[in-house]
């Protein structure tokens, strides 16, 4: 595709849609060149490595190109839309067959227009600094047949003589093909890529190596002559490789570093929940909870919140450039969500100064956000301590991993009618086993302990929350 360099064309840039985050895949486009847009309208739909977003486009104009089709990871700061603001009649979209003869460098006018600001978060000019990169930007074009001949050294660049080849671009095609031609020893400067945009997917590499398979054939060598190196082979039709990518290939990475850098503690206690249950029943018929979620995860919060007030110690952080444990006088309170699009982390902001009904309607707004694949980057910012409910698989109980940069987070594990003594008698009560995970560096024994006894009293006797909150 063509990069504009018209006076009256503004290139609207990937924003950091998140803090300090790189790049974000295009979900889906809205608009389409020659399509009339309004300051504000939004365009396109991308995912980064921690929510789906939509952007709106900051300009009144016609569009006159899409740089990038769906599907395309782009780095922030890179043009993913070009906008035609001159007031004149649609553009046509341009021609598929031009090419570029040479690179052409990426120009923004001037008092091009203020940055896009997302709903959530506001513009950080700081946090929008590129990757960098092994070889100079290029703008690819969709005629790939002209763009390769380039970066096999067959068109203009090669002329330019060896200065010009030890600049040559690195070949487009992803960490997973890259990965693959290695160990197929194949160059991919050498391959003729068939995907959008010039780039090289999985079956060129593989057609690359299809001459050398035949050779021992054609060459007619002894019997005994060596075997040629073993081809990795992949059982196409019984194996589905996915990418890593963005919510997922983010909660990974956290949690190897949260794993790997904070020394975890879990604790458990296995406690009758009967009364809390009954609770429960009681507010859902109450008149000041009625239209908002009320359950069980509703009291074991507001359980953990009061813990935190009594033991306000464990609600820190670690600081590590500084060598210093932060204490938060704050609760943002995240709650895991099993989404599509895989596990995020939203928190309820200052949870500790909220009512009970005004934390069910914050939970509620959470929990339908999440699925929806709305939640925001800023949602999921500033955690201080989290509830992960896996008893909602009917999991008994686990060993939490820490949200990354938290003290402590409460697992909770399927409630169930079981045999348990009471007032000497052996009868079927409700009962659950609450996990609580603590960085040991700031959170001693005594302090997780405490926690974790506190949320279970107020659990098999609600009447605490009187009392202690």
């Not at 003589?161 to 093909?177: F, I, N, Q, S």
């Not at 009594?310 to 600081?319: C, G, L, T």
């Amino acid at each position: 595709m063509t990069t504009m360099t018209e006076a009256s064309v503004r290139e609207f840039k990937m924003p950091d849609v998140g803090e300090g985050l790189t790049e974000a895949e295009i979900l889906k486009w809205y608009v389409q060149p020659g399509d009339q847009v309004t300051d504000g309208q939004v365009v396109c739909e991308v995912e980064t490595a921690k929510a789906a977003v939509e952007l709106p486009i900051p300009y009144d104009g016609v569009v006159r190109d899409l740089h990038f089709p769906e599907g395309t990871t782009v780095d922030v700061g890179t043009p993913i839309i070009a906008v035609d603001v001159s007031g004149g009649a649609a553009a046509p979209a341009p021609a598929q067959t031009a090419a570029p003869a040479a690179p052409v460098e990426e120009k923004k006018p001037e008092g091009s227009g203020r940055q896009p600001v997302l709903v959530g978060y506001g513009v950080a000019a700081s946090s929008t600094k590129r990757r960098p990169r092994k070889g100079p930007e290029v703008v690819i074009s969709e005629a790939s047949t002209a763009v390769q001949k380039e970066l096999n050294g067959h068109g203009p660049v090669a002329a330019a003589g060896a200065a010009a080849t030890a600049e040559k671009p690195r070949p487009l095609a992803k960490p997973p093909v890259r990965k693959l031609a290695k160990d197929l020893g194949v160059d991919l400067a050498t391959v003729v890529p068939s995907g959008p945009d010039g780039i090289i997917t999985r079956e060129d590499v593989h057609a690359a190596v299809a001459p050398p398979a035949a050779a021992p054939a054609a060459a007619a060598a002894p019997a005994v002559s060596a075997p040629a190196a073993p081809v990795p082979a992949y059982e196409t039709a019984r194996e589905t490789r996915v990418p890593v990518k963005g919510v997922r290939k983010a909660t990974a990475a956290a949690m190897v570093g949260s794993a790997f850098t904070a020394p975890h503690v879990t604790e458990f206690v296995t406690i009758d929940v009967t009364r809390t249950m009954k609770l429960v029943e009681e507010l859902k018929q109450d008149n000041d909870l009625q239209g908002l979620r009320v359950n069980p995860l509703l009291l074991i919060a507001k359980a953990l919140l009061v813990a935190i007030k009594r033991n306000p110690e464990i609600n820190a952080s670690w600081d590590e450039a500084n060598q210093e444990i932060v204490l938060k006088h704050y609760v943002n309170l995240g709650i895991a969500a099993a989404t599509p699009r895989g596990l995020i982390v939203p928190n309820i902001k200052d949870a500790h100064d909220k009512t009970l009904p005004q934390l069910a309607e914050a939970l509620g707004e959470l929990v339908s956000t999440a699925r929806e694949g709305k939640t925001s980057p800023a949602a999921m910012q500033g955690g201080t301590v989290t509830i992960t409910n896996v008893g909602v698989f009917g999991v008994d109980t686990g060993t939490p991993i820490l949200n990354p940069g938290e003290s402590a987070i409460l697992a909770i594990g399927a409630i169930k009618l079981q045999p348990w003594v009471h007032k000497g008698k052996v009868k079927p009560r409700q009962v659950t086993t609450l996990a609580l995970s603590f960085d040991h560096r700031l959170v001693d024994g005594e302090l997780g302990s405490k926690v974790l006894a506190d949320v279970a009293a107020i659990l098999e006797q609600p009447k605490k929350l009187i009392t202690w909150a």
